[in-house]
Protein backbone atom coordinates (compact mmCIF):
# COMPACT_ATOMS: atom_id res chain seq x y z
CA UNK A 1 0.00 0.00 0.00
CA UNK A 2 1.48 3.59 -0.85
CA UNK A 3 2.82 5.41 2.20
CA UNK A 4 2.44 8.48 3.75
CA UNK A 5 3.63 11.65 1.96
CA UNK A 6 7.22 11.98 2.81
CA UNK A 7 7.90 15.62 2.52
CA UNK A 8 7.46 18.55 4.66
CA UNK A 9 3.74 19.89 5.57
CA UNK A 10 3.18 22.78 3.55
CA UNK A 11 -0.19 22.93 4.91
CA UNK A 12 -0.88 22.00 8.63
CA UNK A 13 -4.43 22.19 9.86
CA UNK A 14 -4.45 26.28 10.11
CA UNK A 15 -2.44 26.21 7.14
CA UNK A 16 -3.38 27.31 3.23
CA UNK A 17 -3.45 23.81 1.53
CA UNK A 18 -2.68 22.80 -1.80
CA UNK A 19 -3.00 24.67 -5.45
CA UNK A 20 -5.91 23.10 -6.46
CA UNK A 21 -4.86 21.69 -9.75
CA UNK A 22 -3.14 19.14 -7.81
CA UNK A 23 -4.61 16.13 -6.77
CA UNK A 24 -3.33 14.71 -3.47
CA UNK A 25 -3.34 11.05 -3.31
CA UNK A 26 -4.68 9.60 0.40
CA UNK A 27 -3.58 6.35 1.68
CA UNK A 28 -4.85 3.97 4.94
CA UNK A 29 -1.29 3.96 6.22
CA UNK A 30 -1.65 1.74 9.04
CA UNK A 31 -4.49 0.06 11.88
CA UNK A 32 -5.18 -1.46 14.70
CA UNK A 33 -7.56 -2.91 16.61
CA UNK A 34 -7.70 -3.50 20.64
CA UNK A 35 -10.03 -6.26 22.35
CA UNK A 36 -11.41 -6.70 25.60
CA UNK A 37 -9.93 -9.98 27.29
CA UNK A 38 -13.39 -11.58 27.73
CA UNK A 39 -14.35 -14.23 25.17
CA UNK A 40 -17.98 -14.83 25.78
CA UNK A 41 -19.34 -18.03 24.02
CA UNK A 42 -23.63 -18.65 22.95
CA UNK A 43 -23.19 -21.54 25.44
CA UNK A 44 -22.36 -18.68 27.99
CA UNK A 45 -25.33 -16.49 26.68
CA UNK A 46 -27.75 -19.63 26.81
CA UNK A 47 -26.98 -19.86 30.61
CA UNK A 48 -28.94 -16.95 31.70
CA UNK A 49 -31.44 -16.46 28.33
CA UNK A 50 -33.47 -18.62 26.50
CA UNK A 51 -31.49 -19.39 23.55
CA UNK A 52 -29.28 -21.88 22.08
CA UNK A 53 -25.29 -21.86 19.87
CA UNK A 54 -28.08 -23.42 17.08
CA UNK A 55 -30.39 -20.99 16.85
CA UNK A 56 -27.36 -17.95 17.04
CA UNK A 57 -25.40 -19.57 15.09
CA UNK A 58 -28.06 -19.96 12.21
CA UNK A 59 -29.99 -16.69 12.48
CA UNK A 60 -26.55 -14.56 12.62
CA UNK A 61 -23.27 -16.31 12.26
CA UNK A 62 -22.42 -15.11 15.54
CA UNK A 63 -20.36 -18.00 17.71
CA UNK A 64 -18.33 -15.99 20.29
CA UNK A 65 -17.68 -12.11 21.21
CA UNK A 66 -15.82 -10.09 23.57
CA UNK A 67 -16.85 -7.70 26.92
CA UNK A 68 -15.05 -5.50 28.62
CA UNK A 69 -14.63 -5.85 32.23
CA UNK A 70 -14.19 -4.26 35.02
CA UNK A 71 -12.76 -0.60 35.07
CA UNK A 72 -12.12 -0.55 31.34
CA UNK A 73 -14.11 1.96 29.85
CA UNK A 74 -14.22 2.27 25.12
CA UNK A 75 -11.46 5.12 26.01
CA UNK A 76 -9.01 1.93 27.02
CA UNK A 77 -9.92 0.04 23.74
CA UNK A 78 -9.73 3.12 21.74
CA UNK A 79 -6.94 4.46 22.84
CA UNK A 80 -5.04 1.07 22.52
CA UNK A 81 -6.37 0.58 18.45
CA UNK A 82 -5.14 4.06 17.95
CA UNK A 83 -1.60 3.16 19.40
CA UNK A 84 -1.27 0.01 17.20
CA UNK A 85 -2.15 1.66 14.39
CA UNK A 86 0.21 4.62 14.88
CA UNK A 87 2.96 1.68 15.29
CA UNK A 88 1.87 0.63 12.20
CA UNK A 89 1.67 3.42 10.16
CA UNK A 90 5.07 4.31 11.25
CA UNK A 91 3.43 8.10 12.07
CA UNK A 92 4.40 9.53 15.85
CA UNK A 93 0.96 10.65 17.73
CA UNK A 94 2.34 14.19 17.14
CA UNK A 95 1.84 14.04 13.60
CA UNK A 96 -2.08 13.71 13.80
CA UNK A 97 -3.93 16.33 12.57
CA UNK A 98 -7.27 15.08 13.78
CA UNK A 99 -8.86 12.70 15.70
CA UNK A 100 -12.33 10.85 14.97
CA UNK A 101 -13.62 8.50 16.98
CA UNK A 102 -16.81 6.71 15.85
CA UNK A 103 -19.01 5.50 18.93
CA UNK A 104 -22.31 5.40 20.16
CA UNK A 105 -20.92 4.43 23.67
CA UNK A 106 -18.46 7.71 25.22
CA UNK A 107 -18.06 7.48 28.58
CA UNK A 108 -19.64 11.12 28.45
CA UNK A 109 -21.53 13.95 26.46
CA UNK A 110 -18.19 16.47 27.60
CA UNK A 111 -15.97 15.76 26.73
CA UNK A 112 -15.51 14.09 23.78
CA UNK A 113 -13.92 10.52 24.42
CA UNK A 114 -11.84 11.44 21.60
CA UNK A 115 -10.17 14.54 23.28
CA UNK A 116 -9.18 11.89 25.94
CA UNK A 117 -8.22 9.36 23.98
CA UNK A 118 -6.08 12.23 21.44
CA UNK A 119 -4.15 13.62 24.93
CA UNK A 120 -3.28 10.21 26.23
CA UNK A 121 -1.48 8.89 22.93
CA UNK A 122 0.40 12.09 22.99
CA UNK A 123 -1.45 13.84 19.97
CA UNK A 124 -2.23 17.18 21.52
CA UNK A 125 -3.25 19.14 20.02
CA UNK A 126 -4.83 17.51 16.89
CA UNK A 127 -8.13 18.27 16.84
CA UNK A 128 -10.61 15.44 18.23
CA UNK A 129 -14.87 14.44 17.79
CA UNK A 130 -16.73 12.02 18.61
CA UNK A 131 -18.90 10.94 15.68
CA UNK A 132 -22.36 9.37 16.21
CA UNK A 133 -23.28 7.43 13.18
CA UNK A 134 -24.27 4.23 15.14
CA UNK A 135 -22.44 1.21 13.56
CA UNK A 136 -22.27 3.53 10.12
CA UNK A 137 -19.64 5.73 12.00
CA UNK A 138 -16.07 4.21 11.08
CA UNK A 139 -17.24 4.68 7.38
CA UNK A 140 -18.24 8.68 7.80
CA UNK A 141 -15.40 8.73 9.38
CA UNK A 142 -13.03 7.52 6.77
CA UNK A 143 -15.28 9.81 4.23
CA UNK A 144 -14.73 12.80 6.52
CA UNK A 145 -10.92 11.96 6.59
CA UNK A 146 -10.25 11.35 3.37
CA UNK A 147 -11.96 14.77 1.87
CA UNK A 148 -10.00 16.43 4.75
CA UNK A 149 -6.52 15.24 3.45
CA UNK A 150 -7.89 15.58 -0.44
CA UNK A 151 -8.40 19.52 0.58
CA UNK A 152 -4.48 19.84 1.46
CA UNK A 153 -4.94 21.29 4.55
CA UNK A 154 -4.45 18.08 6.74
CA UNK A 155 -2.09 15.33 6.67
CA UNK A 156 -2.57 12.43 8.79
CA UNK A 157 -6.25 11.68 10.95
CA UNK A 158 -6.92 9.18 13.01
CA UNK A 159 -10.16 7.23 12.47
CA UNK A 160 -11.34 5.08 15.25
CA UNK A 161 -14.31 2.62 15.71
CA UNK A 162 -14.93 1.78 19.32
CA UNK A 163 -17.93 0.36 21.37
CA UNK A 164 -18.78 -1.11 25.01
CA UNK A 165 -22.20 -2.33 23.95
CA UNK A 166 -21.61 -4.65 26.14
CA UNK A 167 -22.65 -2.06 28.90
CA UNK A 168 -25.69 -0.95 27.10
CA UNK A 169 -27.81 -4.19 26.04
CA UNK A 170 -30.39 -6.24 28.20
CA UNK A 171 -28.41 -8.89 29.40
CA UNK A 172 -31.95 -10.76 29.85
CA UNK A 173 -33.20 -9.75 26.11
CA UNK A 174 -32.67 -12.58 24.04
CA UNK A 175 -33.47 -10.42 20.76
CA UNK A 176 -31.03 -8.40 21.35
CA UNK A 177 -28.45 -9.18 23.84
CA UNK A 178 -26.79 -12.29 21.78
CA UNK A 179 -25.47 -9.95 18.73
CA UNK A 180 -23.78 -7.11 20.16
CA UNK A 181 -19.68 -7.25 20.96
CA UNK A 182 -17.05 -4.58 22.26
CA UNK A 183 -14.06 -4.00 20.41
CA UNK A 184 -12.41 -0.88 18.65
CA UNK A 185 -10.03 -0.76 15.44
CA UNK A 186 -8.29 2.48 14.17
CA UNK A 187 -7.00 3.80 10.96
CA UNK A 188 -4.10 6.43 10.10
CA UNK A 189 -5.53 7.51 7.01
CA UNK A 190 -2.63 9.92 5.17
CA UNK A 191 -1.55 12.31 2.63
CA UNK A 192 0.34 9.40 0.05
CA UNK A 193 2.17 10.53 -2.70
CA UNK A 194 0.57 8.42 -5.30
CA UNK A 195 -2.54 10.81 -6.56
CA UNK A 196 -4.33 7.30 -7.77
CA UNK A 197 -4.51 6.19 -4.10
CA UNK A 198 -7.53 7.25 -2.03
CA UNK A 199 -11.28 7.57 -2.55
CA UNK A 200 -13.24 7.14 -5.96
CA UNK A 201 -16.51 7.27 -4.36
CA UNK A 202 -18.29 7.74 -1.13
CA UNK A 203 -21.60 8.47 0.13
CA UNK A 204 -23.46 8.74 3.43
CA UNK A 205 -27.34 8.61 3.89
CA UNK A 206 -29.52 8.77 6.63
CA UNK A 207 -33.35 8.38 7.15
CA UNK A 208 -34.59 9.98 10.76
CA UNK A 209 -38.04 9.01 10.18
CA UNK A 210 -37.17 5.35 11.06
CA UNK A 211 -35.25 6.37 14.66
CA UNK A 212 -37.16 3.82 16.50
CA UNK A 213 -36.17 0.68 14.74
CA UNK A 214 -33.01 1.06 16.56
CA UNK A 215 -32.85 3.20 19.48
CA UNK A 216 -30.29 3.83 23.40
CA UNK A 217 -33.47 5.60 24.91
CA UNK A 218 -32.11 7.51 28.36
CA UNK A 219 -35.77 7.91 30.03
CA UNK A 220 -39.38 6.84 29.63
CA UNK A 221 -40.03 10.72 27.66
CA UNK A 222 -37.93 9.02 24.66
CA UNK A 223 -39.66 6.23 23.82
CA UNK A 224 -42.43 6.21 20.83
CA UNK A 225 -45.42 8.13 21.69
CA UNK A 226 -47.23 5.27 20.68
CA UNK A 227 -45.71 2.71 22.85
CA UNK A 228 -46.50 1.28 26.28
CA UNK A 229 -43.79 0.95 28.20
CA UNK A 230 -45.75 -2.12 30.49
CA UNK A 231 -45.73 -3.84 26.94
CA UNK A 232 -41.81 -5.31 26.61
CA UNK A 233 -42.85 -8.58 24.84
CA UNK A 234 -43.21 -6.76 21.34
CA UNK A 235 -39.76 -5.71 19.39
CA UNK A 236 -38.59 -2.26 19.84
CA UNK A 237 -38.87 -2.19 23.63
CA UNK A 238 -37.14 -4.90 26.19
CA UNK A 239 -38.39 -2.84 29.31
CA UNK A 240 -34.75 -1.52 30.05
CA UNK A 241 -33.51 2.08 29.54
CA UNK A 242 -29.87 3.13 28.53
CA UNK A 243 -29.84 -0.57 26.41
CA UNK A 244 -30.32 -0.61 22.93
CA UNK A 245 -33.46 -1.17 21.37
CA UNK A 246 -34.17 -2.68 18.15
CA UNK A 247 -36.99 -4.37 15.66
CA UNK A 248 -34.69 -7.41 14.52
CA UNK A 249 -36.96 -7.51 11.55
CA UNK A 250 -37.43 -4.18 10.06
CA UNK A 251 -33.71 -3.18 10.64
CA UNK A 252 -32.81 -7.17 8.88
CA UNK A 253 -35.01 -6.18 5.70
CA UNK A 254 -33.83 -2.37 5.52
CA UNK A 255 -30.05 -3.40 5.86
CA UNK A 256 -30.76 -5.85 2.94
CA UNK A 257 -31.79 -3.81 0.72
CA UNK A 258 -29.28 -1.05 1.56
CA UNK A 259 -26.61 -3.02 1.57
CA UNK A 260 -27.18 -3.84 -2.33
CA UNK A 261 -28.26 -0.91 -3.01
CA UNK A 262 -25.41 0.75 -1.55
CA UNK A 263 -22.72 -1.30 -3.68
CA UNK A 264 -24.74 -0.66 -6.66
CA UNK A 265 -24.87 2.85 -6.45
CA UNK A 266 -21.04 2.96 -6.02
CA UNK A 267 -20.57 0.77 -9.23
CA UNK A 268 -22.84 2.89 -11.31
CA UNK A 269 -21.16 6.02 -9.92
CA UNK A 270 -17.96 4.47 -10.81
CA UNK A 271 -18.68 2.48 -14.11
CA UNK A 272 -17.08 -0.45 -12.44
CA UNK A 273 -18.51 -3.73 -12.38
CA UNK A 274 -18.60 -6.45 -9.19
CA UNK A 275 -15.59 -8.26 -10.56
CA UNK A 276 -13.51 -5.37 -10.64
CA UNK A 277 -13.82 -4.95 -6.29
CA UNK A 278 -10.68 -6.57 -4.93
CA UNK A 279 -12.50 -6.77 -1.39
CA UNK A 280 -16.12 -5.95 -0.14
CA UNK A 281 -15.34 -5.07 3.49
CA UNK A 282 -19.15 -4.96 5.09
CA UNK A 283 -20.49 -4.08 8.95
CA UNK A 284 -20.37 -6.91 10.55
CA UNK A 285 -24.45 -7.45 11.55
CA UNK A 286 -25.25 -10.83 10.06
CA UNK A 287 -24.02 -13.00 8.07
CA UNK A 288 -27.08 -13.78 6.55
CA UNK A 289 -27.35 -9.97 5.47
CA UNK A 290 -23.79 -10.23 4.23
CA UNK A 291 -24.50 -13.42 2.37
CA UNK A 292 -27.39 -11.72 0.39
CA UNK A 293 -25.54 -9.12 -0.87
CA UNK A 294 -22.31 -11.82 -2.03
CA UNK A 295 -24.82 -13.42 -3.79
CA UNK A 296 -26.88 -10.48 -5.37
CA UNK A 297 -23.53 -9.44 -7.40
CA UNK A 298 -22.22 -12.90 -7.62
CA UNK A 299 -19.24 -12.22 -5.47
CA UNK A 300 -16.85 -15.22 -4.45
CA UNK A 301 -16.83 -16.22 -0.78
CA UNK A 302 -13.29 -14.90 -0.29
CA UNK A 303 -14.32 -11.16 -1.86
CA UNK A 304 -16.63 -10.21 0.88
CA UNK A 305 -15.00 -10.09 4.34
CA UNK A 306 -16.53 -11.87 7.20
CA UNK A 307 -15.78 -12.53 10.88
CA UNK A 308 -19.16 -11.97 12.67
CA UNK A 309 -18.62 -15.42 14.12
CA UNK A 310 -15.58 -14.52 16.08
CA UNK A 311 -16.56 -11.09 17.21
CA UNK A 312 -20.29 -10.38 17.01
CA UNK A 313 -21.50 -7.20 16.03
CA UNK A 314 -19.07 -4.43 17.19
CA UNK A 315 -21.15 -1.37 15.70
CA UNK A 316 -18.75 1.37 14.82
CA UNK A 317 -15.86 -1.34 15.44
CA UNK A 318 -16.41 -3.77 13.23
CA UNK A 319 -15.08 -2.88 9.99
CA UNK A 320 -11.62 -1.36 11.33
CA UNK A 321 -11.27 -4.81 13.35
CA UNK A 322 -12.25 -6.28 9.36
CA UNK A 323 -9.95 -3.75 7.24
CA UNK A 324 -6.88 -4.35 10.15
CA UNK A 325 -7.32 -8.51 9.40
CA UNK A 326 -7.37 -8.12 6.02
CA UNK A 327 -4.67 -6.36 5.45
CA UNK A 328 -2.64 -8.27 8.13
CA UNK A 329 -3.26 -11.13 6.31
CA UNK A 330 -2.23 -9.97 2.85
CA UNK A 331 -6.02 -9.49 1.45
CA UNK A 332 -5.42 -6.16 0.57
CA UNK A 333 -2.57 -5.03 -2.05
CA UNK A 334 -1.19 -1.89 -3.34
CA UNK A 335 -3.72 -0.37 -5.80
CA UNK A 336 -6.69 -2.82 -5.11
CA UNK A 337 -10.29 -1.27 -5.01
CA UNK A 338 -11.82 -1.78 -1.51
CA UNK A 339 -15.06 -1.07 -0.76
CA UNK A 340 -15.91 0.08 3.01
CA UNK A 341 -20.35 -0.04 3.49
CA UNK A 342 -22.34 -0.33 6.97
CA UNK A 343 -26.06 0.75 7.70
CA UNK A 344 -27.02 1.43 11.52
CA UNK A 345 -28.87 2.93 13.86
CA UNK A 346 -30.49 6.85 12.88
CA UNK A 347 -30.70 5.17 10.66
CA UNK A 348 -27.46 5.74 9.08
CA UNK A 349 -25.88 3.96 5.96
CA UNK A 350 -22.62 5.06 4.23
CA UNK A 351 -20.24 3.67 1.58
CA UNK A 352 -16.36 4.49 1.10
CA UNK A 353 -14.94 3.46 -2.02
CA UNK A 354 -10.96 3.19 -2.42
CA UNK A 355 -8.15 2.67 -4.36
CA UNK A 356 -5.25 1.53 -1.72
O1 LIG B 1 -25.90 -3.30 13.18
C1 LIG B 1 -27.19 -3.02 12.69
C2 LIG B 1 -28.18 -3.42 13.69
N1 LIG B 1 -28.69 -4.73 13.76
C3 LIG B 1 -28.95 -5.61 12.78
O2 LIG B 1 -28.59 -5.48 11.65
C4 LIG B 1 -29.79 -6.78 13.18
C5 LIG B 1 -30.82 -7.11 12.14
N2 LIG B 1 -31.73 -8.18 12.58
C6 LIG B 1 -31.33 -9.45 12.78
O3 LIG B 1 -30.15 -9.76 12.64
C7 LIG B 1 -32.37 -10.49 13.09
O4 LIG B 1 -33.66 -9.91 12.98
C8 LIG B 1 -32.23 -11.13 14.52
C9 LIG B 1 -30.96 -11.97 14.57
C10 LIG B 1 -32.16 -10.04 15.56
C11 LIG B 1 -33.41 -12.03 14.80
O5 LIG B 1 -33.49 -13.04 13.82
P1 LIG B 1 -34.86 -13.32 13.07
O6 LIG B 1 -34.62 -14.45 12.15
O7 LIG B 1 -35.34 -12.04 12.47
O8 LIG B 1 -35.80 -13.79 14.26
P2 LIG B 1 -37.23 -13.24 14.64
O9 LIG B 1 -37.12 -11.97 15.35
O10 LIG B 1 -38.13 -13.34 13.45
O11 LIG B 1 -37.72 -14.35 15.66
C12 LIG B 1 -37.99 -15.70 15.23
C13 LIG B 1 -38.24 -16.53 16.47
C14 LIG B 1 -39.23 -15.89 17.46
O12 LIG B 1 -39.96 -16.92 18.06
P3 LIG B 1 -41.48 -17.26 17.57
O13 LIG B 1 -42.25 -16.01 17.76
O14 LIG B 1 -41.34 -17.66 16.13
O15 LIG B 1 -41.87 -18.38 18.46
C15 LIG B 1 -38.32 -15.28 18.49
O16 LIG B 1 -38.95 -15.17 19.75
O17 LIG B 1 -37.02 -16.70 17.19
C16 LIG B 1 -37.20 -16.27 18.55
N3 LIG B 1 -35.96 -15.74 19.02
C17 LIG B 1 -35.00 -16.51 19.54
N4 LIG B 1 -34.93 -17.83 19.79
C18 LIG B 1 -33.81 -18.30 20.34
C19 LIG B 1 -35.53 -14.45 18.99
N5 LIG B 1 -34.29 -14.38 19.51
C20 LIG B 1 -33.95 -15.63 19.86
C21 LIG B 1 -32.80 -16.19 20.46
N6 LIG B 1 -32.77 -17.52 20.66
N7 LIG B 1 -31.74 -15.44 20.79
Partial sequence: ??????????????????????????????????????????????QRVDTSDAWITKRT?????YYIDGD??????????????LTDAQVEASELDLVILATITPEMACPSTAARVAAEVGANPAGAFDLAAACSGFVYGLNLASSLIESGRYRNIAVIGAETLSNHVNHDDRRTCILFGDAAGAAIVSRSDDPTHGVLHQAMHSAGQLWDALFLPRDLSQLPADLD??????????????????HGQEVFKFAVIQTCDMIQEALDATGLQPEDL???????????????????????????????????????????????????????????????????????????????
Fill in 1 to 46: MAGPGSEQPDAGTSGKGLPSAQRVGVCIAGTGVALPERKVTNDDLA
Fill in 229 to 246: PNVTTEPGWNGQLDTLQM
Fill in 278 to 356: ALVIPHQSNQRIMATARDRFGLPKDKLYINIDRFGNTSAASVPLCLHECRRDGRIKAGDLVLFLAIGGGMTWSTSLWRV
Fill in 61 to 65: GIKTR
Fill in 72 to 85: STVRDLARDALLAA
